[in-house]
């Protein structure tokens, strides 16, 4: 708590001093999207947040594993395409199968931050639609647990996330596992609204996403993964956004405008709106949907009344409303996917995926809008369920 503590009053003061607008529509188009999904997803909500209410807090330090070298509070995952060496007595050093995700590695971390946050993410949005203190208080307790109790808290870092035994004891790749933290922020905006959410519980959540952000901005994993020229780029980016703007960094959120113009639209995206680094992956479909879906909710995140990224066009045209409509046509009918299938989990795609209502909802689009209501909602699928941070949209809206 002493590190955290350093941090607070700086971070609440740079929080007071500004905030970043995200509204991309006119407010009484916005509010009417946003009635719609809460009508829309209210049934689901409820049943997701009265199992929310029953679970047990969860934590990382419950679970150690072998291979780690951190201490009980740091977060360990491995290199999901990396396996042990048949041919090695111990099948160390591992060996790579690009899009094959090893079975036997360990998730029970990755398993604690995504449970925590889909429950938290659940009960915020339960309290959004009915205002009713029971989800502000279970919401305190999973969070109190995870993030802020010295024994059971996670480290606000990533420092051993995808290691590869015999390799790497963590890698700038493994700074991804952090997406599903994205949608904690926008819990705890629906959260403080409620006089039941402790402000010191508060205070102490926004330094910790500043800590966390400042290791993304100036550990050597987290900026080899900002330099990225694919997927991993953006979801790093999508993370330092959303928890900057968690603490109205305003810098920080101009930086990220940038990249997300001059790199993301303009270099990453093809002419067409697709993005070849994802579609030459043994794994295209899947690989561009999570993409679209990063991009999107990075361009909802950083858009503002002055600068609006929906509506951005680079030198050579390209824009974020070509990537959305690249891909339309393949998730109203995956039949029509012009490459090989993925080699896994390619019967789970598509979801419901966020990057339809967001664009939808920009662009006054009602067939993106329709789809998102039609398509599966909550896979059970676990490499589909990695592969979507956003569980709760009206969260974000």
């Not at 708590?1 to 609440?12: D, H, L, S």
Request: aromatic share 10%; net charge neutral; with cysteine.
């Amino acid at each position: 708590m002493k590190q955290i503590t350093k941090v607070m009053g700086a971070v609440m003061a740079a929080a007071a001093l500004a905030t970043v607008a995200l509204v991309t529509l006119p407010l009484k188009a916005a509010a009417e999207v946003m009635v719609d999904v809460a009508a829309h997803d209210k049934e689901r909500i409820l049943k997701l947040a009265d199992a929310a209410l029953k679970q047990v807090p969860l934590t990382i330090t419950s679970d150690v594993a072998k291979y780690t070298t951190g201490g009980p509070n740091d977060f360990y995952s491995n290199g999901d395409y990396w396996w042990p060496d048949p041919s090695k007595p111990d099948g160390v050093p591992y060996v790579q199968r690009d899009g094959q995700t090893n079975p036997n590695n360990f998730v029970a971390h990755r398993m604690a931050m995504r449970n925590t946050k889909d429950a938290v993410a659940a009960l915020a949005a339960a309290y959004k639609v009915t205002g009713d203190d029971k989800y502000v208080v279970k919401a305190s307790e999973l969070l109190k647990v995870f993030f802020i109790d010295e024994k059971t808290r996670m480290n606000p870092h990533l420092a051993f996330t995808q290691a590869i035994p015999g390799r790497t004891t963590g890698s700038k790749t493994g700074v991804i596992d952090g997406l599903h933290l994205v949608e904690i922020p926008a819990a705890i905006k629906a959260l403080e609204k409620s006089k039941a959410f402790d402000v010191e519980l508060a205070k102490a959540l926004h330094a910790w996403f500043a800590e966390l952000n400042h290791w993304m901005l100036t550990h050597k994993n987290g900026i080899d993964e900002g330099e990225s020229l694919n997927n991993h780029a953006v979801a790093y980016f999508l993370q330092v956004a959303v928890f900057a703007d968690f603490n109205g960094e305003k810098e920080t959120l101009a930086k990220c405008r940038t990249r997300f113009k001059d790199v993301f639209v303009n270099v990453q995206m093809a002419a067409d709106g697709s993005f070849p680094r994802e579609t030459a992956r043994t794994k295209p479909y899947a690989y561009s949907i999570f993409q679209l879906d990063n991009m999107v909710l990075l361009c909802k995140v950083l858009s503002t009344p002055e600068d609006n990224l929906w509506n951005y066009e680079g030198p050579e045209g390209r824009t974020i409303r070509k990537a959305v409509a690249w891909l339309y046509p393949y998730l109203a009918d995956k039949s029509t996917w012009p490459k090989k299938p993925d080699v896994m989990a390619w019967d789970g795609w598509p979801s419901r995926q966020p990057a339809l209502l967001f664009a939808g909802q920009a662009y006054n689009e009602p067939k993106y809008i329709e789809l998102w209501k039609k398509l599966p909602t909550d896979p059970t699928d676990l490499e589909v369920r990695r592969n979507i941070a956003i569980t709760q949209p009206v969260l974000w809206l």
